[in-house]
């Protein structure tokens, strides 16, 4: 019986000629075939160019080889306000999602509930955090790629090897954030290490119940002080 395996990309109107090459590059590579077909995600916030976004990612999914499929999740772009779609807590000045992390930034830290509605959960509006509900059949895990990730060769074989990951796997890149110049203010994890969020294996229905995970986003996003 196949077992489709699922890699997600997250961008805005400005990454789209690379997205194009990341794509074809891991579309190019996958050896999953029949048993294993892949499945491309393709996350941003539907804007005022969405039908550049649109044609660019046709024109890929149009060209693709077999076993490959590409599904496309325009989200709603409602603001940061209370109740929208993206509910983000007014942030210090410093902190402001506009220049603290990219929109495409945001939207991978809401892959988990972007999947599940996709996948007939509904999650983004009125669930409380970290509850998942039963039955949630979004898949999981989920590769996510970064869209300057070069795909050198096949990469199926991370989801056999690493199918029980507990939340998130990523390489640490050893960065001290107190270090880093853009954490000039009081953040909660200033100070801590960080891991390469470039490439990462998420166990979604883990995290769509991780209270854990659902503090840290908020922290990540919002909070400065």
Not at 49 to 62: C, E, P
Not at 86 to 109: F, G, K, M, N
Not at 111 to 124: K, Q
Request: with cysteine; proline share 7%; net charge negative.
């Amino acid at each position: 019986m196949p077992v489709p395996r699922h890699v997600v990309f997250c961008f805005d109107v400005n990454y789209m000629r690379g997205f194009t090459v990341a794509a074809r590059s891991l579309a190019g590579n996958w050896a999953g075939g029949v048993e294993e077909p892949l499945t491309i995600h393709c996350i941003w916030h539907s804007c005022s160019q969405d039908s550049i976004i649109t044609r660019t990612v046709g024109a890929f999914a149009a060209d693709v080889g077999p076993h490959v499929e590409v599904q496309t999740h325009a989200t709603p772009n409602e603001g940061s306000g209370p109740g929208s779609a993206w509910a983000t807590p007014a942030a210090p000045a410093h902190l402001r999602v506009a220049r603290y992390i990219s929109e495409a930034t945001q939207l991978r830290l809401y892959i988990p509930e972007i999947l599940a509605a996709a996948y007939g959960v509904p999650l983004l509006r009125g669930a409380r955090a970290g509850a998942a509900p039963e039955g949630t059949a979004a898949p999981s895990p989920v590769l996510y790629l970064d869209c300057d990730v070069l795909v050198a060769g096949d990469v199926s074989w991370i989801f056999r090897q690493h199918e029980d990951v507990p939340l998130i796997a990523a390489c640490d890149n050893g960065v001290n954030l107190m270090e880093a110049r853009w954490w000039n203010g009081g953040h909660p994890y200033r100070g801590s290490t960080s891991f390469n969020a470039g490439v990462m294996l998420m166990n979604t229905a883990a995290l769509l119940g991780s209270p854990e995970y659902a503090r840290l986003r908020t922290q990540l996003v919002a909070e400065g002080q």
